[in-house]
């Protein structure tokens, strides 16, 4: 009993953080302390007891999540067809001499396989690795494509920032394009038509920047990688924090760490920078950065980097036999930052997010007409309209309605003896509660009409 008690309890506690909207993380782990104790509750002698949860750094998506998601990958994806991209995809997983080396620092992040079959495998990190190795094996020196897919990382995940282990990337890349593509995408189309509210403020970077700076603090060259890839985290975490990881896991001095720090926490005109800044700013001279895994950030105000782009001249050589240059220009959208956006935009507004696209509901007045129901929705089907009915026998018209309502579907076909005798269908509509008569043959038209569909 006492045990009893003790699940009610945990599921009265669960319920309390969802009705106050709690942290994610905090309710998960509420959850899974929960099933944890049900599990041990038990039931059945001898029947294995699990927790059902998802895996740490990954999320399950419900229908109003997808339909989110499935808005701004139609968005992406248009804005991208209209600057005349293709679209590729690679294997989830690839050789691991493939990727082992190409991330630096990042790579003890990747996710190794068991040997299967004599092939030693990982799970992809990023999409642009296996993009170089696809141009490379295909000879293609010029191609303007994107790709929408998930990757993986085998990292430390924080959900309430958006941080997983499992999730969806991004990314155009240009062979041989000019710089401003870039920008056309994502500042103007992209934003405009996915949160055209937020002003991108670009902020950008580059590599030599860095380089020079490094070198101007005392950075032993051997440390420039590991050294960077600490700086890239100053848009995630506190100074102090990149500071104490620089120094003591990474073993850089605190003279050289102070030294950066100085730079990095500089805002507005050169501030006295030396040649080294002007260079990579491009004040001396023309010229383009160098390809390279860490690439500039486009920021906005209030919810971070919403998307990254840069060139990336050297990846496809690391491929080469002969280590030949591809001139390329990338951008990567952040995805799952701009479901986040999107998400709590939507709870606050207590917008009601619609996850099918149906639009009618075929219904009967009375019973025994689920065969003209049947009817009736295979020739809305066959022309091509997005329609559906209740798989009931003889449901109740207003369940019917009420199903309409909160689905979201805006019509409503009803079908009764008296309409089957005049050769009419009783079109509803459901915001207004307008009812008209319309001749069978006149039903797709009429339809299409009211929900603008050609």
Known sequence: ???????????????????????????????????????????????????????????????????????????????????????????????????????????????????????????????????????????????????????????????????????????????????????????????????????????????????????????????????????????KVPWEEVRSEMVGEKGLSPEAADRIGEYVQLHGEHHGVGPWARSGLGMEGAGHTPGSLGPPWLDTVSVGSVAGGGRYDGLVGMFDPKGRKVPCVGVSIGIERIFSILEQRLEASEEKIRTTETQVLVASAQKKLLEERLKLISELWDAGIKAEMLYKKNPKLLNQLQYCEETGIPLVAIVGEQELKDGVVKLRVVATREEVNIRRESLVEEIRTRTNQP
């Not at 630096?104 to 996710?111: M, T």
């Open 1 to 235: 009993m006492a045990a009893e008690a003790a699940v009610r309890e945990q599921a009265e506690t669960v319920r309390r953080l969802k009705q106050d909207k709690a942290d994610p993380d905090e309710i998960a782990k509420e959850v899974a302390k929960l099933l944890e104790m049900k599990a041990q509750l038990g039931g059945d002698e001898g029947k294995p007891k699990f927790v059902l949860k998802t895996p740490k750094g990954t999320r399950d998506y419900g229908p109003k999540q997808m339909a989110i998601r499935e808005r701004v990958f139609s968005a992406i994806i248009s804005c991208f067809k209209r600057h005349g991209a293709e679209v590729i995809d690679t294997p989830v997983f690839e050789l691991k001499e493939t990727l082992t080396g190409k991330y630096g620092e990042d790579s003890k992040l990747i996710y190794d396989l068991k040997d299967q079959g004599g092939e030693l495998l990982s799970l992809r990190y990023d999409l642009t690795v296996p993009f170089a190795r696809y141009l490379a094996m295909n000879k293609i020196t010029n191609i303007k494509r994107y790709h929408i897919a998930k990757v993986y990382r085998r990292d430390n995940p924080a959900m309430t920032r958006g941080r997983y282990r499992e999730f969806y990337q991004c990314v155009s890349v240009d062979g041989d394009t000019a710089e401003g593509a870039l920008g056309c995408i994502t500042v103007k189309h992209l934003f405009e038509s996915i949160i055209p509210d937020v002003l991108p403020l670009p902020q950008v970077n580059d590599r030599r920047i860095l380089d020079g700076m490094f070198a101007v603090c005392g950075v032993p060259d051997s440390k420039f990688r590991t050294i960077c890839s600490s700086v890239d985290k100053l848009d």
